[in-house]
């Protein structure tokens, strides 16, 4: 999905040359590798880029989940995600191109999702609202913890009400890239990581679960 992102952003500038194997060259083009596209597939919702109102295409991603994903994961729990991480892009990170995707492994019954944009990094958020950290990992932490209301910061209240969806609910991954710090949760731990030699201009969000057994209420988890 980054990868897409970043291609899509520089298409003036590169010439794309697909993969020899037919197969890889099927899935990529399946997925709408790298300029996306709207059309629905089985199990999986393309790649979708936006430069505006990301939260208003949301729609064509919800109804392939309608249509394709497991019964317990299409009532609110998947798309309370997607929502949450679409309309703080939408609203907050003043960015220019976003790209998001969501697939469902059947065989292995599990649900990639994935959000990414080029705008305000949450570390630069912070900066701006002067609050004092150290490491970029330590913003995004606070973001998570809810230290930062959401008037100040403008992007807390979707990572932390996902973030606790994925992690309690559907005891699920949650990474956060953003700037020079990345977060990665588990229901066991969570790790810190600063980026050394690399900075990420955006923010990434990417979460994987298992297929619930049951559909979860994610309203336990908002309070």
């Keep these: ?88 892009i939408d609203q907050h990170s003043k960015y220019t191109h976003a790209s998001l995707m969501a697939q469902f492994f059947k065989k292995k019954e599990f649900i990639d999702i994935g959000v990414v944009d080029n705008g305000v990094t949450i570390p630069k958020l912070f900066e701006k609202k002067g609050k004092n950290f150290k490491e970029d990992f330590e913003a995004i932490s606070m973001a998570l913890s809810g230290t930062s209301t959401k008037k100040e910061s403008g992007r807390g209240t979707g ?22 710090g990345a977060v990665g949760i588990t229901p066991q731990d969570r790790k810190y990581f600063k980026l050394e030699n690399y900075k990420f201009n955006g923010t990434m969000v990417y979460v994987r679960f298992k297929v619930p ?11």
């Design 159 to 180: 990572l932390i009400t996902t973030s606790r969806v994925v992690e309690a609910g559907l005891r699920g991954e949650y990474y956060i890239v953003s700037r020079n």
């Design 1 to 88: 999905l980054i990868l897409s992102s970043k291609l899509v952003q520089l298409k003036d500038y590169l010439r794309i040359i697909p993969p020899a194997n037919d197969g890889v060259k099927s899935y990529l083009a399946a997925i709408g590798f790298p300029s996306g596209k709207t059309n629905s597939g089985m199990t999986y919702c393309p790649i979708h880029h936006f430069n505006e109102n990301i939260s208003s295409h949301t729609e064509s991603v919800f109804k392939v989940i309608d249509n394709n994903f497991p019964l317990t994961v299409r009532g609110n729990a998947i798309k309370y995600i997607i929502s949450e991480l679409s309309d703080n």
């Design 213 to 223: 057994k049951r559909e979860i209420d994610v309203y336990k988890y908002l309070n």
